[in-house]
């Protein structure tokens, strides 16, 4: 962020939260090596903690899944 910031670029995050009810059907469709056991789905969904602007970011976005396929941006307080 320091490098950023001394170059005089915008540091953002972008913050993917968990799902922890869509990440098991998701990988429910994987095959083979791709699947994550279940158990190691369910362990590292509540492992992931949000970035902050305290932090030393400029602005934090919440990057989710619209339903369609794609994703959304919004930005968080």
Not at 14 to 35: I, K, Q, T
Request: cysteine-free.
């Amino acid at each position: 962020m320091a490098a950023g910031h001394a170059h005089g670029a915008t540091v953002l995050a972008h913050w993917f939260p968990p799902d922890p009810a869509g990440s098991p059907r998701r990988d429910a469709l994987r095959a083979g090596r791709a699947r994550v056991p279940d158990a190691g789905v369910r362990a590292t969904s509540g492992r992931p903690r949000r970035p902050t602007r305290a932090a030393g970011f400029d602005a934090v976005h919440a990057v989710r899944r619209d339903g369609r396929g794609g994703r959304e941006i919004h930005p968080t307080a």
